[in-house]
């Protein structure tokens, strides 16, 4: 089953995490471009070697199971006369579940509860790839008819298809009980065999990536072009602005290294751990050259189409030869697959920026969001969004770098070919600051605009290589952070295992 990760800002979803970096926004840091770190996100219980195996099993057996079982009128065989029911049964008989889904679909909205009807559409949306709908369908069937273990039995084998285990053996096992004819119980005692031999053999499972980079950025430095400005505080007197403090252009190149660890503690707890690091360095602008580090610790409890995420999260970023920033904090997600196609996600997280040196900076910064993303024509689109609001609280003599802000991110990959794929994001951010801006009489207010768009092209197993052109556009009512910024980025990609 397709699980997306959902966030509110950064990086490439299909590989991002749950939630923003918890140093704030990426683009005052490094131009990061088409990154896609590792962070915490949702997986299947199961590998999908494991899946594939319960999958193969479920059909070559519970198939002629149900099939047999509507033959011979035992348990749901006897449908009522319906001629749709009829039609499909026909279609499934005649090994053509793709059909069947598509003759019933049409139906679902309607005949919803009815539990014949959702039987068989369970059947025909497992066998035809569609496993949220199929989970949906047969735990209506179930609900109204608990004694019915045919019903029961399909639930499990889709539980399976979806990852996990433990419910589906739960199903299998009350499907077993009572006066299961005996091809029917020969049938699922070979499916409770096959999850017995898996699950306890499923461990800890790693992964990693790194990745190399090159590209142009038109402002390193996120700084001004404007090369004078007038300073309210003085009267209005026009002050020069120094040559290193404006609008400065590079050439850079970039590594970056990650890895990802998952230790289950039982069927639906695991242990998860990631970490990254980066580094960009500038052509002739080294003063502004970024080393990014992050880690994250956390547990994760999932149950059937649900998840939840607690982890702790630590970060530094180092430019030029200085620590520029230490984050630590909390992060929590819960995530849910509403059906094949849908999934959406809320968020929070909690952390504490430090900056050497720059002590008024320092704050306590809080975000709280939701997101959605939908996948069409059968997944060769994939859209999402989300939205989120943000504070970062200073002391109260340093009013002025605090602020309240508010976002909305909207996305969408597109595949073009087998090995191509488009991708493009949009970016609103609005923030307003507290205190006056010293020197300008004026409290900050800004409105950052970021838009990007790229390909992505998978030249081997586990390598690709991407492009793509990002434009930030952050307007403000003080001089001194007000600018543009455009990056052109170029990354190759490999991925481990």
Known sequence: MQRWALSPRGGNHRASGIAP????????????????????????????RETGSFARCGKAGLWRLALAASIACCGTGVLARDALLDQASSLLARRDPAAAYALLVTAEASRAGAPDFDYLFGIAALDSGHVTRAIFALERAVDARPDDRLARAELGRAYLAAGDARRAREQLVLARGGDTPPDAAAAIDRVLGVVDQVVPRRGTRVSGYVELG????????????????????????????????????????????????????????SLIGAANLRHTANRDVHDMDTVLADATAGVRHTAGSQSQTLAVQAGSARVGSRRYRDVGGVTAQWQSQFDEN??????????????PGEVGRDNDRSVLGMGLARSFSGGATLAFGSVYVAREDTSADFASFGHRGRGVRIGVERRLTGALDLVGDAQFEDRRY????????????????????????????????????????????????????????????????
């Open 342 to 355: 849908i999934q959406g996600s809320l968020f929070g997280q909690w952390s504490r920026q430090d900056f």
């Open 214 to 269: 090159a590209g142009h950025d038109s402002n390193v430095n996120s700084a001004t072009n404007q090369g004078e400005f007038a300073i309210p505080a003085f009267g209005g007197i026009l002050f020069q602005t120094a040559p290193e403090n404006r609008r400065r252009a590079a050439s850079f190149g970039s590594v970056a290294a990650g890895a990802l660890a998952e230790l289950p503690l039982a069927a639906d707890w």
């Open 434 to 497: 507290g205190g006056e801006e010293p020197f300008f009489d004026t409290a900050r207010r800004d409105r950052q605009k970021d838009v990007s768009a790229g390909l992505r092209y998978r030249v081997a197993d586990r390598w690709e290589l991407a492009g793509q052109l990002r434009y930030t556009r952050a307007s403000s009512n003080v001089v001194l952070y007000d600018y543009v910024r455009t990056t052109l980025q170029i990354t190759l990609h490999r991925s481990f295992p």
């Open 21 to 48: 970096s918890i140093g704030g926004r990426a683009a005052d840091d490094a131009p990061l471009g088409c990154v896609r770190a590792f962070t915490i996100k949702n997986e299947v219980t199961l590998s999908s």
